[in-house]
Structures are given as C-alpha cells and as structure tokens.
C-alpha cells in the first residue's frame, strides 16, 4: 500500500585529509506530520473565513464543500446519514451532538486512502464538523433572534395601539 510520506534531506560533502570530496554525507528526517498539521490548519482556516460569510445553510454547505475539495485529506463529503462513497476511500462519520455542539448535523467524510486513519486525522475532522457546526448555530441563532425581534416589535406597536386607543375614549 503507498503512503503519504514527506522528508527534509541535507547533503553535506565528506573532505578527505587532501581536501578532495570523496562522499557526500545524505541525512533524512520525516516531516509528514508537520506537513499534514500545516495543510490541515490552513483548511480549517479558510473554512472558518468562509463560514463568516454564510447567511444561510445552503451557503454554508457550499463553503464546507470548497473547503472540503481543496484539502487532499478529504476526498469527498456528505451531509445527513450514512450514504455510500466511491468505494475507494475509507469513510468516516462525525455526528456534530458528540461534540457538544447543539446543531444536528452529521458530516460522513470519504478520506484518502493514502494516509493512516489516526487521531491526529479524527481531530482534524472533529474540527471541521466543529466548524460547520459553529456557522449552522450561529444561523439558527440570528433567525431566532430575528424573529423575537419582530414579535417584540409587533406587541410594542400593538401595546402603543392599545394606549392610543383609550387615550381617545
């Protein structure tokens, strides 16, 4: 099975007693989690700009979906219940109620193959359900408040009828 794999290498030349190079000095080191943290960080950051903008929930999935596409850690994703990938990637359900946030909403994530399913990855999806999560609450919150504003509105007006009303009497 290939995997995922980036390393950082340092040539240095080996000088024998005339000077002369007769080797080269090849040292390696293993820079795939510093690189998958980086990538990872940078689409939960894009994905948290995106979600400032969303004003309603058909926009946020659009948002999630771009950010989703751009991120070769996440093959594809889905909203709702479980429902069938491609096949070829491994997929991975994260209900956003375990995570303490109050949205129901459940992500299914078809992910690469490529990399080993570790913790590092389940939180980076954790996060990114956390995300989404946060933008779907912060929609519900402003329509609810919206809505109480209207009715506070509409009983003060109705209130302002009412003592105008008996005022006149």
Known sequence: RLEECYWTYTFTPVFD????????????????????AERRRKTLDRLGDR????????????????AASRCPDIRAIRIGEAQAGDGVAPSVRIEA?????????????????????????????EQFTRVVGGACMRIEREAAEAIATAERNRLVLEVAQHLGESTVR
């Open 97 to 125: 109620e375990g995570l303490n946030l109050a949205a129901s909403l459940v992500l299914q994530f078809d992910i690469s193959p490529d990399l080993p399913y570790d913790l590092l990855y389940r939180q980076f999806l």
């Open 17 to 36: 007693e005339a000077g002369a190079i007769p080797g080269v000095l090849v040292v390696c080191h293993e820079t795939t989690a510093g690189v998958l």
């Open 51 to 66: 979600m400032q903008g969303c004003r309603t929930f058909d926009q946020v999935w659009e948002q999630a979906r771009l």
